[in-house]
């Protein structure tokens, strides 16, 4: 995957908007006259809008290295 640029203009939009959506999904799940059913749906849209703001995270590289056992 190619990486994100963080300090983007393009990127500054999409950061700017998941913080308000996310700030409205909690207030929509925080209200008491929210059905339960919704605020199941609410919660997957958090979930999908934190793994969206996660992309520019750094991950490390796991090396894997493969044993042959005297081969």
């Given at each position: 995957m190619t990486a994100i640029d963080r300090h983007s203009a393009?990127?500054?939009?999409?950061?700017?908007?998941a913080e308000q959506e996310r700030a409205a999904i909690r207030a929509e799940i925080d209200s008491p006259t929210t059905?339960?059913?919704?605020t199941q749906v609410l919660?997957?849209?958090l979930i999908a809008i934190?793994?969206?703001l996660?992309?520019?995270e750094e991950r490390?590289?796991?090396?894997i290295e493969t044993e042959?056992?005297?081969?």
């Open positions: 393009t990127w500054a939009a999409i950061t700017a908007w059905p339960h059913d919704r919660r997957g849209r934190t793994e969206l996660a992309l520019t490390p590289v796991i090396a042959t056992y005297g081969t």
